[in-house]
């Protein structure tokens, strides 16, 4: 593989969105940056001799034909949107890997018995929608123009206004993958978290992804003078949101163990000013887990503790369900084969779940799914200090590069 190729490939997409003043790379789904980004995607795709297609939701698609074109393709990718001042590797990376993987092929002539089909995926963040991995589920059919329009952005634009007015192809029955439509799903990420730097290992194996369930809590009391109101006769929502975000903390703590966790990421003060007490408060909860139980119970005791604390403070409560994704777990024979890859490069691993929701969720509902991980340092992520090493993307897209070559025999079958 050509490691300058790909730094020079994530230093020109990270010109698209980059924040001087912070730092941080600003690709938000369906704006004008993450839109180029995509352009820019398949322009080298075509450079690469590769077929592409945007489908009605703006995924990028290009493809290499294998030896036999009848056999399912293989698909290797990942998103190119980022959160607010994100980092330069998050989803990035697996992109210009699998591009980086057509290029490999294409010059040392390799051709796969499969067919080799790339993709990036939009809107997998769930910064702009609180709704995350919105492009695989469209292209798995777990997502319907009837669902883009009952979802909003923070300025109240819907899904699907903003799909339909970029839209650069019309909705087909090619845009949908089913199963046995692909023989398998790779996506190479960086962790997002400390365990491989700390265990001075150089890939991640995922064997499970955990999935969020979150929510949006609008809580409302009264707005009144902070100075002339007597403490006993305030109905504070500020106060409650408190009392709210560490009681979340408290029950993900007890239920650690079980690879649960809490957040509460967002808040929302109003009138938000020194002298009022604020009335309304608007918080969003993301509850993670790698096993639905587990997750499930966490979800259950945070609802009856919202209900417990808001009725002793008399405080109205609204709690709005944002959804649920599925924990699943991975492809054991993909694995296996880049395990083999490892020990063949003399490249450490560790067989990990991942706590970061990814488009390999969907995609493993349809097809086998594997997701490799290479360190980040600090486990920093979705941030300008987003860092990782070039020699350990290095040894992340070779391991990429020949898991897939092994997957896309005709004679490795799957299940």
Do not use: W
């Not at 820019?40 to 075509?46: D, G, P």
Request: proline share 4%; aromatic share 6%.
């Amino acid at each position: 593989m050509n490691l300058d190729t790909v730094m020079s490939h994530l230093d020109t997409f990270n010109n698209y969105g980059f924040n001087t003043e912070t730092g941080g790379t600003n690709r938000i789904a369906f704006r004008h940056a993450e839109r180029l980004a995509a352009l820019k995607f398949s322009m080298l795709c075509q450079e690469a001799g590769l077929d592409v297609r945007f489908d009605y939701f703006g995924n990028v698609i290009a493809r290499r034909e294998g030896k036999k074109p009848n056999l399912p393709p293989v698909m290797i990718g990942s998103h190119i949107d980022t959160v607010k001042d994100g980092g330069r590797y998050d989803g990035l990376l697996g992109v210009v890997a699998a591009l980086q993987l057509m290029l490999h092929l294409k010059e040392h002539q390799i051709e796969t018995d499969h067919p080799i089909e790339i993709v990036a995926f939009t809107a997998e963040e769930s910064a702009r929608f609180n709704t995350a991995t919105l492009g695989s589920k469209y292209i798995t059919g777990n997502l319907s123009q009837d669902d883009m329009k009952e979802i909003k952005d923070n300025e109240g634009k819907t899904l699907f206004q903003l799909v339909d007015t970029l839209k650069q192809s019309l909705p087909s029955e090619q845009d949908f993958y089913h199963q046995g439509d692909l023989k398998a799903f790779l996506e190479l990420h960086i962790e997002q978290g400390p365990i491989l730097q700390n265990k001075h290992k150089d890939i991640g194996i995922v064997t499970h992804i955990a999935a969020p369930h979150r929510f949006k809590v609008k809580l409302t009391g009264e707005t009144s003078h902070s100075g002339s109101t007597p403490m006993p006769m305030r109905y504070d929502a500020l106060t409650a949101a408190s009392e709210i975000i560490l009681q979340v903390e408290a029950i993900a703590q007890h239920y650690h163990k079980a690879g649960v966790v809490a957040t509460v990421g967002h808040l929302d003060a109003f009138p938000n000013i020194m002298n009022a007490i604020p009335g309304d408060v608007t918080l969003l909860i993301d509850i993670r887990g790698k096993e639905l139980e587990s997750r499930e119970q966490v979800a259950t005791e945070v609802q009856q503790a919202i209900s417990e604390i808001t009725k002793r403070r008399n405080i109205q409560a609204e709690v709005k369900d944002l959804g649920q994704d599925m924990p699943v777990g991975l492809n054991a024979e993909i694995a296996q084969i880049t395990k083999q890859v490892c020990e063949q490069h003399d490249y450490s691993y560790r067989f990990m779940f991942s706590g970061a929701g990814h488009d390999s969720m969907n995609m493993a509902l349809i097809c086998p799914t594997s997701m490799l991980f290479i360190p980040c340092k600090d486990g920093i992520s979705h941030s300008p200090k987003e860092s990782v090493e070039p020699e350990e993307i290095e040894k992340g897209i070779q391991t990429l590069i020949d898991t897939v070559i092994e997957v896309a025999k005709a004679d490795v079958k799957l299940q």
